[in-house]
């Protein structure tokens, strides 16, 4: 044995448990939930790609039937064939999981979206709001609002307005929205300047935030309207964690090749896989629990910011989006 020996196996050996230890932190938590959702339909807005596919990958593998919701029709059926194999479902299986064209650019797609899913689908068991973009260069739609906006908060909350009626057919109908911890890091100045004048660009990162923000006080607000309104309608937001996907494609430090290679050893430790990051998701669509207007993180209850908390400005907040939206939406959709 040559000497030394001993130093090495130990120092292999330390360092392996570390990067072990460092990557099961990092994972984040495990959806333990047996439930099945064999036939109930979900749409998943953004599944062709991140961790709106690996969501429906899982959900495929217990038996629900998938609406993918997404902007390019030719991403979405190449997302079909990708999650059909993945999940190990049988090839007829497609037959299970339509794909959808839906741009939440477009305040009129998504009515039309909408329109066609109350005419094909009597009743839907759960919507999950997960499509979003990040640090998108500064660009308006064609509605004339800022895109990190509209994509991440006005689109959604047009749209569960809309598919509403056919959420309420079900008995225990779920929205998930995917928030993020983002929120935290914009405050109740920033909130107002963006949705005072959402037609001019701030900087990317406000913008996300605020977007995130946003997405947390409609969540809060929603679920006192339906609690209110007398239906089983349960929805909550969730962090999914950091991770690995191509969200990132516009952030200046992983945009570049040559950065992204570089902290690419750091991010497979300390960055979760999408499979990791849909497991909140998932949570937040199978538990038990009934809590509705919450905010999870790590598949368990968390307390999102104060600011997202609070009941006055969520209320406020909700017609102040009211009001933004008004010649799209009408009195019984409100
Ligand atoms: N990754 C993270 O670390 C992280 C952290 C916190 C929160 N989140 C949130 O998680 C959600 C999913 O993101 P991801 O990380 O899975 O990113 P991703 O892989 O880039 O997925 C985003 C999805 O949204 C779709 N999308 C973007 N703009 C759209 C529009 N106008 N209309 C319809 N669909 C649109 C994208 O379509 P295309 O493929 O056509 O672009 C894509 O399918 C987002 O809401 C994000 O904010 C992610």
Known sequence: MPKGWKFIVGSIFIGSATVYGLTKYFAGGVCKCNTRLDGQWVIITGANSGIGKALAIELVKRGACLILA?????????????????????????????????????????EIFAIGIKKEFPEIFALVNCAGVFYHPPELTEDGFEVTFQTNYLGPFILTHYLLPVLEKQEHARIVNVASEAHRRVNVYD???????????????????????ALLLFTRELAKLLLNKGTNVIVNAVNPGNVETAIFRHFPPLANPWMFALQKPIRLLVVKTPEQGCQTLLHALLTSNRSTGQY?????????????TSDKISKDYYKVTLNLLKWHLNESEC
């Open 70 to 110: 997404c902007r390019d029709l030719k991403k979405g059926l190449q997302a079909r064939v990708d999650i059909i194999n993945e999940a190990k479902a049988p090839l007829d299986y497609h037959l299970n999981i339509h794909v959808k064209h839906l741009d939440l650019c477009s305040l009129v797609n998504i």
């Open 191 to 213: 909130l107002k300047a963006i949705t005072t004048s959402p037609t001019e660009f701030r900087s990317p990162i406000v913008s996300y935030g605020v977007s995130k923000l």
């Open 296 to 308: 999870y993180s790590d598949c368990k209850l968390c307390l999102a910011s104060p600011l997202a």
